[in-house]
């Protein structure tokens, strides 16, 4: 997922050598699909002034689009949906872009500025519009299940005894049914992808337009997918980055992080042992590792601070897994908990992702409230440690901590339904244009080029190399020139026979350390680790 207010300068704009120009849809009528046919036209939206200074920096509009809380249901109990939107300041106007930062479970209004960073003020020429999916966010009824989940000191992830087994399934199981005894539990039956699918479409509606570009990054990768299978007739393109594998949703697709993860991880291990002069953690990929190894085993006997065991360690290492932009900062933390003692850092950027105060677990209760029933999960808790287990041998960084992250999924109160059968029916003159780095942890590659596969009008440009996970429009021109191109005309690059990428680019490059250690300052907030 696209972390939030990510800073993405875009740097230098460049042209970028397009081919097989496949032109954008003139509007048609207007057609029904089996889900719009359920739902009543969206009321008007009263647009005012945002809240958030971001949003109102960025002279962004806010409103509330007020949905069914069961579109079978159009005349019954409603939701209420806060959304954002940044107008066109140029022209031609040449649409509307929907966004979706990821998560499941993130809130999205903050993506409506997102426009300025596309290479040649060509976003400038749309209008953008955020949303907060029902549940998360500012929107109503908002689901939490235990403000207090994420504390400190946990027992450590991987299970190295029945009492730890026991306790972290007892915990999983317990934070399931507390979401069953939720305020908001009559969401929990409503928040699968095709109910926010649905709930964009109304959008459509209300703003008066016939056809959309669909933005998803990460788990909006799929919510694209599936909004283009309900509405075909309303997709003017897509652009997806960190792509999801509608195949795998959602079991499989967790696991097939772990080794992922395992990877990008390594890699940044490896950039800080190109600096032992800076960090003073080793030499090299190995010596870091049995630098951080050292720290975990010391952390799990005695926690720093009291507070900071292995756990709140990996989950702060994490955020280098997702973000190369973020190496600094983490390598930071670490070299002031095991050269100085201080685990300041780390405690940052662990409440990074895990925050506290009120609804607090917003953001992971509403993970799983869609995961959960978004597709149909194995009960067997054999099974899930048996996975485990296997994917620990030659992963051990992320597979448990993922486990446990994902176990309440196993006792989720309500049933999960079969996935959505993603197709590109009605879209073989759509643009599809996907985004991808080859190392991606979170979306692994393999699912962009499933995805290509599946849509005969998918372009796939990879960053080659690249561990980052959704990071375009951050300044790597060849990557954003694409974007540029396909929300100008709908160009994209000429399709490459095989299973591979149509366009091939450099990755995010990641950082060089300042040379000046107190010249560094961390970023506003780090991503959120749940944020697939």
Same mark, same amino acid.
């Given at each position: 997922m696209l972390s939030k207010k990510v800073a993405a300068a875009v740097a230098g704009i460049l042209t970028a050598g397009l081919a097989a120009v496949v032109p954008l849809s003139a509007p048609a009528a207007v057609g029904e699909s089996p889900v719009a046919a359920a739902a009543q036209q969206a009321p008007a939206i009263s647009w005012g002034r945002c809240k958030d200074p971001d949003l109102r920096k960025a002279k962004a509009q806010c409103g509330t689009l007020v949905?069914?809380?069961?579109?079978?249901?159009p005349t019954g109990p409603t939701v209420s949906l806060a959304v954002s939107r940044v107008l066109h300041t140029r022209g031609p106007f040449r649409g509307a872009v929907f966004t979706n930062p990821g998560g499941p479970?993130?809130?999205?209004?903050?993506?409506?500025?997102?426009?300025?960073?596309?290479?040649?003020?060509?976003?400038? =020429?749309?209008?953008?519009?955020?949303v907060d999916p029902r !549940? +998360?966010?500012?929107?109503?009824?908002?689901? +939490?299940?235990?403000?207090?989940?994420?504390? #400190?000191?946990?027992?450590?992830?991987?299970? =190295?005894?029945?009492?730890?087994? $026991?306790? #972290?399934?007892?915990? +999983?199981?317990?934070?399931?049914?507390?979401?069953? /005894?939720? $305020?908001?539990?009559?969401l929990l039956g409503h928040v699968r992808t095709t109910d926010t699918a649905t709930d964009f479409d109304l959008l459509r509606q209300a703003i008066g337009v016939d056809k959309v570009t669909f933005f998803g990054f990460s788990y909006g990768t799929y919510l694209a997918q599936v909004y283009a299978t309900l509405f075909p007739d309303h997709v003017q393109a897509l652009i997806m980055d960190g792509v999801i594998d509608p195949?795998?949703?959602?079991?499989? %697709?967790?696991?097939?992080?772990?080794?992922?993860?395992?990877?990008?991880?390594?890699?940044?291990?490896?950039?800080? !042992?190109?600096?032992?002069?800076?960090?003073?953690?080793?030499?090299?990929?190995k010596a870091v590792e049995r630098t951080y190894e050292?720290?975990?085993?010391?952390?799990?006997?005695?926690?720093?601070?009291?507070?900071?065991?292995?756990?709140?360690?990996?989950?702060?290492?994490?955020?280098? !897994?997702?973000?190369?932009?973020?190496?600094?900062?983490?390598?930071?933390?670490?070299? %002031?908990?095991v050269n100085d003692g201080n685990p300041a850092g780390i405690k940052e950027l662990y409440r990074s992702s895990n925050p506290v105060g009120k609804a607090a677990d917003n953001s992971f209760a509403m993970y799983l409230a869609v995961q959960c029933t978004d597709a149909v999960w194995p009960k067997s808790w054999k099974k899930w440690r048996n996975d485990s287990r296997r994917?620990?041998?030659?992963?051990?960084?992320? =597979?448990?901590?993922?486990? #446990?992250?994902?176990?309440p999924c196993?006792?989720?109160?309500?049933?999960? $339904? %079969? /996935?959505?059968?993603? +197709?590109?029916?009605?879209?073989?003159?759509?643009?599809?244009?996907?985004?991808?780095? =080859?190392?991606?942890?979170?979306?692994?590659?393999?699912?962009?080029?499933?995805? /290509?596969?599946?849509?005969? %009008?998918? /372009?796939?440009?990879?960053g080659v190399g690249g561990y980052s996970h959704a990071v375009s429009l951050s300044g790597v021109a060849c990557t954003d020139n694409a974007i540029a191109a396909v929300l100008r005309d709908g160009s994209l690059p000429a399709r490459k026979a095989g299973n591979r990428a149509d366009k091939e680019c450099r990755p995010l490059a990641?950082?060089?350390?300042?040379?000046?250690?107190?010249?560094?300052t961390a970023p506003l907030q780090l991503r959120s680790w749940w944020s697939r």
């Open positions: 949905v069914p809380l069961d579109h079978a249901d479970g993130s809130d999205g209004t903050w993506l409506a500025p997102y426009g300025k960073y596309v290479p040649r003020k060509i976003g400038l =020429t749309y209008d953008w519009y955020g !549940g +998360t966010g500012a929107s109503r009824p908002l689901l +939490t299940c235990d403000k207090s989940y994420f504390g #400190w000191d946990r027992p450590d992830y991987v299970p =190295t005894s029945p009492k730890i087994m $026991k306790y #972290w399934r007892h915990t +999983t199981e317990k934070y399931a049914k507390d979401c069953g /005894r939720s $305020k908001a539990k009559r195949d795998r949703v959602f079991y499989q %697709s967790n696991l097939d992080q772990d080794p992922a993860f395992q990877k990008s991880f390594n890699a940044f291990l490896a950039w800080v !042992g190109k600096y032992p002069k800076t960090y003073h953690l080793g030499r090299g990929r050292h720290l975990r085993a010391r952390l799990k006997r005695h926690p720093a601070g009291g507070k900071v065991g292995p756990d709140e360690l990996d989950d702060a290492l994490l955020n280098a !897994g997702y973000y190369n932009g973020y190496y600094p900062y983490v390598a930071d933390a670490l070299a %002031s908990l994917l620990d041998r030659k992963a051990p960084f992320l =597979t448990w901590a993922n486990n #446990w992250f994902n176990a196993r006792t989720w109160p309500v049933a999960g $339904k %079969s /996935r959505v059968d993603v +197709t590109a029916a009605g879209l073989d003159d759509v643009p599809v244009l996907l985004l991808s780095e =080859t190392h991606d942890p979170a979306t692994p590659y393999a699912g962009a080029l499933a995805v /290509r596969k599946l849509f005969p %009008s998918a /372009r796939l440009v990879a990641p950082p060089t350390p300042p040379k000046e250690k107190d010249a560094r």
